[in-house]
């Protein structure tokens, strides 16, 4: 039933989203606003209002790099820490500057992926094949006029979708793609784009994806005196997966604004891998089927000369059916379902009070459920309304920004006790300062206070969940500087580097905690401290015919956990952190051939028994990975060739503990444009 609370959340949103509606379709003027175009693939290009720089890969530098998925992708970027149970089945979250993969928001086409259940968007669900650029954002994102949801996370992936674009007077684009590898993998895809008039333009991508998920590795383990325990050549199974992916939009111009329509859909069914333990090879783990389907729209228009108002909606339907496959056949069967469903609505609004100040006030509201096969289920609904107050301000040098969000999320539920409602106010302040008076050299700081709700796992899960959990706070500094500059040079075109150092802090920490030795519930107990560092280089040569890119990029990260003295961990380095990490990528161009180059670093890290002693000890891993490319042009019509050769020195490794990675395989990749 819903509460008078409820109802007056709903009809908050609801006149919220009715006045700018009003405000859009009354506004007619005609005279259009020109605005300056900014080059999404060039980095060095910034927005006049940024604060924050993004780690950003789009373009062509995207499309060269030897990924799958969107997971794979993630790896280049600094402070990030990927989790990659191996294969193309395998399950792939993110961690940025170890504060938890729930910290993360991840917005696509600018609507963040919501999972209530569990708070994790697994990212090896999303090909990159339909993704123009990925962004990642410490804090949030240097913009105020934005959803308040955008506000709502620590660190942020902004997933953004390729638009209709046309040359030379065409009116359809086709793209034919075609995958195959070393491990069997089928990955057709194709994307149309059409001209419908003037000011309107459609998309449709579809994709499959089907393997086998069987590789090669090599097992080896040691003893603590160093001799060998295991070495052997295995293969690894249970890691199958059939995928089917489906998008369509559609595009529209208005004077003084523009729209879009998305409806994208998937369907996967895979197997799950099993860790490797007690000497066993054998395919026992888990299957896993999703059907993911969700249709959101937006609209953005300048109503007036210092006031512009955006409004985006949506409606998510996931299902999850779960087994497990050893268990199935057991006296207590694991066998589960799950359907969750979403309904987003939001209002942006921006007003410039003068050319250097701007203010910002937007609204949202979500409404989420959750359906499972489970005994005793609480079947809970969460009903969660956003504001978000945000400012901005240049005076000569000096760039600030301000924003204050307020959360208020009220449950229901079916059965058993509801978690109590929840309101925070979380502030957040960002500085930039540019010393020289010019663009070439900025000093930037920030502090961001934020928390996550506990997830319906968190709370309702039978025999596990405790519907009092707190929110997990985390508190956010962050120092930085950039340096970048454009040279008339003949050979050395530009160089660029960024480096921040920051201090997190983890407060209420949600995690699992025995109750005796066959019970587990959840609880807030831990506290965890990050000390870290980011580093940023690239650069660009030109040797006539011949073109380099270098990249590197470098994290330190001590994050220790000091929960509880008395524990023997207290103090530690949690688990699955490395101290060290980073990667090298180097991309050649001559006339149409282009090579990339790059190495991928993680190092020494502790696994889930949190003690840092040798016996718990993960050592590092690194991978070699190289492609070439090859273009062929055909009349008006191009052919792209790539292959890709991954783990180039056959590297055995696990990123997970007794999870193994593939060793040396192989990828080649047709494209031809219509």
């Known amino acids: 039933m819903v509460t008078r609370f409820t109802f007056r959340i709903y009809k908050?949103?609801?006149?919220?989203?009715?006045?700018?509606?009003?405000?859009?379709?009354?506004?007619?003027?005609k005279d259009s606003v020109k605005e300056t175009e900014i080059q999404k693939v060039n980095v060095y290009k910034k927005n006049f209002k940024e604060i924050l720089p993004a780690q950003t890969l789009s373009g062509e530098q995207l499309e060269r790099l030897n990924s799958q998925s969107v997971a794979d992708a993630l790896r280049y970027f600094s402070g990030v820490q990927i989790k990659d149970y191996g294969g193309f089945?395998?399950?792939?979250?993110?961690?940025?500057?170890?504060?938890?993969?729930?910290?993360?928001?991840?917005?696509?086409?600018?609507?963040?992926?919501?999972?209530?259940?569990n708070g994790v968007v697994d990212l090896?669900?999303?090909?990159?094949?339909?993704?123009?650029?990925?962004?990642?954002?410490?804090?949030?994102?240097?913009?105020?006029?934005?959803?308040?949801?955008?506000?709502?996370?620590?660190?942020?992936?902004?997933?953004?979708?390729?638009?209709?674009?046309?040359?030379?007077?065409?009116?359809?684009?086709?793209?034919?793609?075609?995958k195959n590898s070393s491990?069997?993998?089928?990955?057709?895809?194709?994307?149309?784009?059409?001209?419908?008039?003037?000011?309107?333009?459609?998309?449709?991508?579809?994709?499959?994806?089907?393997?086998?998920?069987?590789?090669?590795y090599h097992y080896k383990r040691k003893f603590l005196d160093g001799s060998i325990a295991y070495d052997t050549i295995a293969k690894r199974f249970d890691g199958d997966v059939k995928t089917k992916r489906f998008e369509t939009g559609i595009y529209g111009k208005l004077n003084n604004g523009d729209w879009n329509i998305r409806v994208y859909g998937f369907l996967s069914d895979r197997g799950i891998p099993a860790p490797i333990v007690k000497n066993r090879f054998d395919g026992r783990g888990q299957r896993l089927k999703d059907e993911n389907y969700f249709i959101q729209?937006?609209?953005?228009?300048?109503?007036?000369?210092?006031?512009?108002?955006?409004?985006?909606?949506?409606?998510?339907?996931?299902?999850?059916?779960?087994?497990?496959?050893?268990?199935?056949?057991?006296?207590?069967?694991?066998?589960?379902?799950?359907?969750?469903?979403?309904v987003y609505v939001s209002s942006s609004n921006l007003y410039s009070l003068t050319k250097n100040w701007d203010v910002s006030l937007s609204g949202d509201f979500q409404f989420n459920n959750l359906d499972a096969s489970l005994v005793n289920f609480s079947y809970p609904t969460r009903y969660t309304s956003l504001v978000a107050l945000a400012s901005t301000y240049r005076f000569r040098n000096l760039k600030f920004l301000g924003s204050l969000l307020g959360t208020f999320v009220h449950e229901t539920v079916e059965k058993n006790t509801k978690a109590p409602d929840k309101s925070e106010w979380t502030p957040a302040l960002f500085m930039s300062y540019q010393p020289f008076g010019s663009d070439d050299f900025t000093i930037r700081a920030f502090y961001k206070k934020m928390f996550r709700m506990p997830t319906f796992n968190d709370l309702y899960y039978t025999r596990i969940g405790y519907s009092f959990l707190k929110p997990e706070f985390t508190d956010q500094y962050d120092v930085g500087l950039t340096y970048q500059k454009?040279?008339?040079?003949?050979?050395?075109?530009?160089?660029?580097?960024?480096?921040?150092?920051?201090f997190n802090k983890v407060k209420?920490?949600?995690?699992?905690?025995?109750?005796?030795?066959?019970?587990?519930?959840?609880?807030?107990?831990?506290?965890?401290?990050?000390?870290?560092?980011?580093v940023n280089i690239q650069a660009e040569l030109d040797f006539g015919k011949l073109k380099i890119r270098p990249l590197l990029r470098y994290t330190y990260q001590s994050a220790r956990d000091f929960t509880d003295r008395n524990d023997t961990y207290f103090g530690d380095q949690?688990?699955?952190?490395?101290?060290?990490?980073?990667?090298?990528?180097?991309?050649?161009?001559?006339?149409?051939?282009?090579?990339?180059?790059?190495?991928?670093?993680?190092?020494?890290?502790?696994?889930?028994?949190?003690?840092?002693?040798?016996?718990?000890?993960?050592?590092?891993?690194?991978?070699?990975?190289?492609?070439?490319?090859k273009k062929i042009d055909w009349k008006s019509h191009q052919f792209k060739v790539s292959l890709e050769v991954n783990n180039l020195l056959d590297r055995y490794y696990d990123v997970v503990l007794n999870y193994p990675m593939p060793g040396r395989n192989f990828k080649l990749i047709i494209n031809f444009t219509l």
Not at 12 to 29: E, G, K, N, P, W
Not at 187 to 196: A, D, G, H, M, V
Request: charged share 20%.
């Open 12 to 29: 908050t949103a609801v006149a919220i989203l009715a006045t700018a509606s009003s405000l859009c379709f009354s506004q007619s003027r």
């Open 89 to 117: 089945g395998g399950l792939k979250t993110i961690n940025i500057r170890s504060m938890g993969s729930q910290h993360v928001g991840v917005f696509y086409d600018g609507i963040e992926l919501g999972n209530a259940q």
């Open 124 to 178: 090896g669900k999303f090909s990159l094949d339909d993704i123009e650029e990925i962004s990642l954002y410490n804090g949030q994102k240097s913009e105020i006029f934005q959803p308040a949801k955008d506000f709502g996370s620590s660190g942020s992936i902004y997933l953004q979708p390729k638009t209709p674009s046309f040359k030379f007077n065409k009116k359809t684009n086709l793209v034919l793609r075609l």
């Open 183 to 216: 491990i069997d993998l089928f990955n057709p895809s194709f994307r149309l784009e059409q001209t419908i008039s003037d000011k309107v333009s459609a998309s449709f991508s579809s994709e499959f994806l089907q393997s086998d998920g069987v590789y090669k």
């Open 297 to 342: 729209a937006s609209i953005k228009k300048k109503l007036f000369p210092k006031l512009e108002s955006q409004l985006k909606a949506k409606f998510a339907y996931d299902y999850t059916y779960f087994a497990d496959t050893v268990k199935l056949q057991t006296a207590y069967p694991v066998e589960n379902t799950y359907i969750q469903r979403e």
């Open 486 to 502: 454009v040279y008339k040079n003949q050979i050395f075109k530009s160089f660029y580097i960024k480096a921040d150092g920051y």
């Open 508 to 534: 209420d920490k949600i995690i699992a905690s025995p109750i005796d030795s066959f019970r587990w519930t959840m609880m807030n107990l831990g506290e965890v401290e990050i000390i870290g560092a980011d």
């Open 574 to 629: 949690i688990p699955y952190i490395p101290w060290h990490s980073g990667t090298i990528s180097t991309m050649l161009d001559w006339k149409n051939w282009s090579l990339n180059y790059s190495f991928i670093y993680a190092g020494e890290r502790y696994d889930m028994n949190q003690n840092n002693i040798a016996y718990n000890n993960i050592p590092p891993w690194y991978t070699h990975d190289l492609s070439i490319q």
